[in-house]
T-cell receptor
């Protein structure tokens, strides 16, 4: 059974600082790992998807890495902005089309 | 990109009544959809996997007679909360994956309040 953990649960940084969000998983046979953003009371917005054959994905100021051997994924957000304040969730699946297992999320606050 | 529409976004109902939530894949077909539940300041917990044309698969501890799931077409899955109680108040979110792609797309969620 895949278990996903995110540490820290909450993070507060001044504007402009780089953000580093951590995600760990127990089963190295992970098929996909996906990072999401959730604003209060809203659904999930997909940020980055890393397939098991990939090591990282980048989109603008966001970069996500995947290290299957150590069971870790890291989401980097460069030059944080107040608009980046949200909860960030990572989730993994063990096979194609299989259910996602979510971490507990990291609530991020970027102070102006 | 793939879009999943969820309706309604908010619903308030009285105890003992039933509420239906719809999840539609707008521009793709989804043989499988997933229903999640989220309590305040907590992460998403999978409730069930909805399979088109067959019975849903429920996670351990989820009452299938209380949370009825119907996936009658390749673009629509519904979740019906039957005989709702205040403890059923929560945020319900659905998701689907477009065939041939790898990522999951989520609906905007439904805030259910049972009074």
């Amino acid at each position: 059974k895949q278990e996903v953990t995110q540490i820290p649960a909450a993070l507060s940084v001044p504007e402009g600082e780089n953000l580093v969000l951590n995600c760990s998983f127990t089963d190295s046979a992970i098929y996909n790992l996906q990072w999401f953003r959730q604003d209060p009371g809203k659904g999930l917005t997909s940020l980055l998807l890393i397939q098991s054959s990939q090591r990282e994905q980048t989109s603008g100021r966001l970069n996500a890495s995947l290290d299957k051997s150590s069971g870790r994924s890291t989401l980097y957000i460069a030059a944080s902005q107040p608009g980046d304040s949200a909860t960030y969730l990572c989730a993994g699946s063990l096979t194609a089309g299989n259910k996602l297992t979510f971490g507990g999320g990291t609530r991020v606050l970027v102070k102006p | 990109g793939a879009v999943v529409s969820q309706h309604p976004s908010r619903v308030i109902c009285k105890s003992g009544t039933s509420v239906k939530i719809e999840c539609r894949s707008l521009d793709f077909q989804a043989t499988t959809m997933f229903w999640y539940r989220q309590f305040p300041k907590q992460s998403l917990m999978l409730m069930a996997t909805s399979n088109e044309g067959s019975k849903a698969t429920y996670e351990q501890g989820v009452e299938k007679d209380k949370f009825l799931i119907n996936h009658a077409s390749l673009t629509l899955s519904t979740l019906t909360v039957t005989s709702a109680h205040p403890e059923d108040s929560s945020f319900y979110i659905c998701s689907a994956r477009e065939s041939g792609t790898y990522g999951y797309t989520f609906g905007s969620g439904t805030r259910l309040t049972v009074v």
